[in-house]
């Protein structure tokens, strides 16, 4: 069964620390993932995709299959990170997205 | 360019009734999906519409229904609501091939007493 999990609901960490949110997935085939993010007041909205391999707004992402793991890390956290963060999934169709539960991200001046 | 827009805000309504939510895509964007987001949950995938065909299900019961019209606006209805219909319902819309990049709608808030 497709099934994407995060398993921190809150994280915590000081301004200039290193961040990472968990994320795994289930699925049968091969995936696309995708980060999204919603900041306060403001509707969701897609932050990265594996297949990019960009760097946005100093957030990285690695796809590991064997561990079934998709990751967001940043090396110095930032106040304005501070936001709600959702993993997904799709098939390479995009017909169907499935979201995590998401993890709450707070910096702490 | 006013993004993807949902219509209403707000709705109360009772066990039993039906509704219907409308959103309008973004400007250039073909291809609308619905997503139901419980209180501390994620948004879940209910349908997917494109050249007003449903082009994916999710794992929702037939009461829940839609419709894309030639202008690519689409419409959410729910038959016999249940206290546990009650969600912010989420549009979203992407441009024709660029399925990833979906941009998301404020959202309609739902209420079933």
């Known amino acids: 069964a497709q099934r994407v999990t995060q398993p921190e609901k809150l994280l915590s960490v000081f301004k200039g620390a290193p961040v990472e949110l968990k994320c795994n997935y289930s699925y049968s085939g091969s995936p696309e993932l995708f980060w999204y993010v919603q900041y306060s007041r403001q509707r969701l909205q897609l932050l990265l995709r594996?297949?990019s391999r960009e760097s946005i707004k100093g957030f990285t992402a690695d796809l590991n299959k064997g561990e079934t793991s998709f990751h967001l890390k940043k090396p110095f956290a930032q106040e304005e990170d501070s936001a709600m963060y959702y993993c997904?999934?799709?098939?390479?169709?995009?017909?169907?997205?499935?979201f995590g539960t998401g993890t709450s991200l707070t910096v702490i001046p | 360019d006013a993004g993807v827009t949902q219509s209403p805000t707000h709705l109360i309504k009772t066990r039993g009734q039906q509704v219907t939510l409308r959103c309008s895509p973004k400007?250039?964007?073909?291809?609308v999906s619905w997503y139901q987001q419980a209180l501390g949950q994620g948004p879940q995938f209910i349908f997917q519409y494109y050249e007003e065909e449903e082009r994916q299900r999710g794992n929702f019961p037939d009461r829940f229904s839609g419709h894309q019209f030639p202008n690519y606006s689409s419409e959410l209805n729910v038959n016999a609501l249940l206290l546990g219909d009650s969600a912010l319902y989420l549009c979203?819309?992407?441009?024709?091939?660029?399925?990833?990049?979906?941009?998301f709608g404020p959202g309609t808030r739902l209420t079933v007493t």
């Open positions: 400007s250039g964007h073909d291809t």
């Open positions: 997904a999934l799709s098939g390479h169709s995009g017909n169907q997205f499935y």
């Open positions: 979203a819309s992407s441009f024709p091939g660029i399925f990833y990049e979906q941009y």
């Open positions: 594996h297949i």
